[in-house]
Structures are given as structure tokens and as C-alpha cells.
């Protein structure tokens, strides 16, 4: 899946770099509520969220309000995300300009290496999610990120011309 993109700008959000350029775990204002949140770019924006029980959240309600949030000009996806265990996090995903799916697979690599920099998992996880789970491996030796799991037909159709 390549190298993840940490610098601020190039995400791009507007929240201010907090660790070498980076934003992790940052205040992020959503509708009076304060969200901290790590943001990652895979060659498209993520925001990452920790620390809630991701099956009770009301995604169609929260999701548009990150995914069109001031800070993110590009717009951006957005990762709610439960620790299970250091190897193991469940997500929910809001994908910009999709709403919720079933999976992204940006979006579980930027998960891991939010988990990694906010030091809530290692570098190798199960990110669970609606549509199955996916194998996530961040490998320090040269910065890249691999992802494993099932890839299934899901349509077959025909256009004539």
C-alpha cells in the first residue's frame, strides 16, 4: 500500500502539527464536541478517531460533519476506531463522498499507523470491519505498509455499446 503521508500539509488538514510535523492525537471541535484525532494520508486523507464502541455509533450523523469539516479542505475519510487489543481494532469507516462502507483499505492501513503513533497497538494488527477483516502490517525497516485479506466478486454485469 506504500508509505503513509504524515506532514500536515500534505494530508492536507488545517489542524496544527503537533509531533514532527505530523498531527497526532489533536483536538478537533466537531458541533461542540472535542474528537482528538490523528490524521494520515495514504494518497488520500484520513482522520483517525480512538476510544469508542464503534457498533453504537450513528455514523450517517457524525460522519458528513468530519468528512466536510472546515480543517479538511480536500475533504477527508474518517476511521472510528475500537482497541480490542494492541493486535487487534475494530473500525467503522465514513468515506468521503461515499458515506458509510463496508471496508477501505486506505483506511485500515492509516488506522494502524494511527494506532502506532498514538501508541495504542504494534505494527502488525487485524483491523476488523463491516465487511471482514483485513491483515495490516506497518514495517519499520522501510516505512511501507502491507495489507492481506479476501477480495471477493461482488458484481458481473455487461454494458453494450
Not at 483536538?27 to 486523507?45: A, H, I, Q, R, Y
Request: with cysteine; charged share 20%.
Amino acid at each position: 500500500m506504500g508509505e503513509p503521508i504524515l506532514k500536515a500539509a500534505d494530508v492536507p488538514t488545517g489542524l496544527p502539527a503537533n509531533k514532527q510535523e505530523a498531527v497526532v492525537k489533536s483536538e478537533l471541535d466537531v458541533d461542540g464536541v472535542t474528537w482528538n484525532v490523528t490524521c494520515v494520508s495514504m494518497g488520500n486523507p484520513h482522520c483517525v478517531t480512538f476510544g469508542l464502541l464503534v457498533d453504537e455509533l450513528n455514523l450517517a450523523e457524525i460522519g458528513p460533519k468530519f468528512e466536510h469539516h472546515v480543517m479538511f479542505p480536500a475533504r477527508t475519510n474518517t476511521e472510528f476506531v475500537q482497541v480490542c487489543s494492541p493486535s487487534h481494532l475494530k473500525m467503522r469507516v465514513w468515506e468521503r463522498g461515499a458515506g458509510a462502507t463496508l471496508a477501505c483499505g486506505t483506511g485500515a492501513c492509516a488506522t494502524v499507523v494511527a494506532a502506532v503513533l498514538e501508541g495504542r497497538a504494534g505494527r502488525k494488527c487485524t483491523v476488523d470491519l463491516p465487511g471482514g477483516p483485513l491483515e495490516i502490517e506497518w514495517r519499520e525497516e522501510n516505512n511501507h505498509i502491507y495489507m492481506t485479506g479476501p477480495a471477493e466478486v461482488v458484481f458481473y454485469g455487461s454494458v453494450a455499446l
